[in-house]
């Protein structure tokens, strides 16, 4: 696996895979590296011949300088991790090369992206919108993979992709789990066995949600009675809980409505904010 942090040699690399015919695929991430990551990883393999996986934590999407700096890191590890699973180059700049000086432009994706989590952690989406952006630039991936985890970002990007005409084939993958179902996410070190197994109830939640919503009449008493649930469970602090449509991410009132429904949740247990969503309609 080659390594770099610097964009010549960057580019060389990138350049030689091209001239090779090679399909590129990326996959972003702060690092800290899981199954979920590696499920992105393995995705890319069978969809690409160049996998490049890229790891910044990138100041510009922390609403909170705290949160910014306990951002968990471990690059030796994922330096490991990726060598095994056969990535062809790993590329992990500093922020002075990503950021010489901060940016002037904004990016805003509307409606979009004023709602949960860009409601909630100001200015997150405009730095994730600039990131996604340099990497797309930068790389001129063919195809690029993306967690359904973090669905609005998802959705997000999927216009970004179509707004500004990249030649990019985005790539969503359904979420990694741990066998109690808790979404697998790098904050999840920072949570005690204790904080673990309270944390697997919002899954609980989001499954039983999806078994029963057939039989509730509006989006509203749905919501109630998994806050409920949720209510129950000792250690668990529900932030927010909602129905959207999954491509416009718009709230919505009657579960009968065509085309897909998302339930989407953030909580936090044990002062770490963790997020999840199910498909309730697909
Ligand atoms: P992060 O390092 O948290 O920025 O995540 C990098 C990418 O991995 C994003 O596209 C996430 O949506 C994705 N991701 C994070 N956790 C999971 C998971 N449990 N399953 C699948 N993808 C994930």
Known sequence: M?????????EEELSKASKKGM??????TMGALHDGHMELIKQARTHTEYVIVSIFINPLQFNQTDDFLNYPSNPKKDY?????AEVDLLFSPDAKLIYPKKPS????????????EGALRLGHFEGVGIIVMKLFNLIKPNFAFFGLKDLQQYVLIKNLIKEFSYPIKLIGVPTVREE?????SSRNVHLSPTGLTIASQIYKGLVWAKNNFESL??????????????NKQKGLSIEYCEILNSNTFKPIKSLQVKGRITL????????VRLIDNIFLKE
């Not at 399909?23 to 972003?28: M, R, Y």
């Not at 432009?105 to 949960?116: A, W």
């Not at 989407?264 to 002062?271: D, I, L, N």
């Open 2 to 10: 080659y390594h770099t942090n610097e964009l010549t040699s960057l």
């Open 23 to 28: 399909k590129i695929g990326l996959v972003p």
């Open 80 to 84: 490991n991790k990726l060598k095994n």
């Open 105 to 116: 432009v904004k990016i805003d994706f509307g409606s979009i992206s004023k709602n949960l």
């Open 180 to 184: 109690n179902g808790l979404a697998l």
């Open 217 to 230: 009449q509006s989006a509203q008493i749905l919501v109630l009675k998994l806050k409920n649930f949720y």
């Open 264 to 271: 989407c949740v953030a909580a936090y247990v044990e002062g």
